[in-house]
């Protein structure tokens, strides 16, 4: 069963912003010849639509455990969970940060979830998860770990 999906995708407003800067690209190179004139525009189209559509994370709640892109972190495995706000999320990107965490982070999602890896054979202390909705996404993990969780 799942308990939680939500699948982070890239701001309306950066699509617009890639289409306007596909624009800009395409009217300066006007003084090119005409098959560069096409190809240009259409490899920087494709080449921000490649780019933004990779940005998508999806972060799922299900039987087998948390899951954030292509990671899983499985149900013996999830010890504390924490939700984190703007600021305290800000902080455990930079100044608290541990170079050995596993980050599943997103530039424009300000807020996170922080989970404690909770198996002894695993060097990473912690999962740095992005989300619009932390307090659900840390909810959805305690009900099920039955650990407890902390709103910052």
Same mark, same amino acid.
Do not use: C, H, K, Q
């Given at each position: ?7 982070? +995708?890239? /701001? =309306? %407003?950066?699509?617009?912003? *890639?289409?306007?800067? &596909?624009? @800009? !690209?395409? #009217?300066?190179?006007? $003084? ?35 899951? +954030?892109? /292509? =990671? %899983?972190?499985?149900?013996? *495995?999830?010890?504390? &969970?924490? @939700? !984190?706000? #703007?600021?305290?999320? $800000? ?50 993990? @305690?009900?099920? #770990? ?7």
């Amino acid at each position: 069963m799942t308990a939680y999906v939500e699948r982070l +995708a890239v /701001p =309306a %407003r950066w699509w617009a912003l *890639a289409g306007l800067a &596909v624009l @800009a !690209l395409g #009217a300066v190179s006007t $003084a090119l010849p005409l098959w560069l004139l096409v190809a240009v525009p259409a490899i920087g189209a494709l080449a921000l639509a490649v780019g933004l559509r990779s940005s998508t994370l999806d972060v799922v709640v299900d039987d087998r455990g948390l899951s +954030a892109g /292509p =990671a %899983r972190l499985p149900w013996t *495995a999830i010890g504390r &969970v924490d @939700a !984190l706000d #703007a600021a305290a999320a $800000a902080a455990l990107r930079s100044r608290e940060a541990d170079p050995r965490a596993y980050l599943a982070l997103r530039g424009f999602v300000p807020t996170a979830v922080r989970v404690e890896v909770d198996d002894d054979a695993d060097p990473t202390p912690y999962w740095y998860v992005s989300t619009r909705r932390p307090v659900e996404l840390a909810a959805a993990l @305690a009900r099920r #770990a039955g650990g407890s969780g902390n709103r910052t």
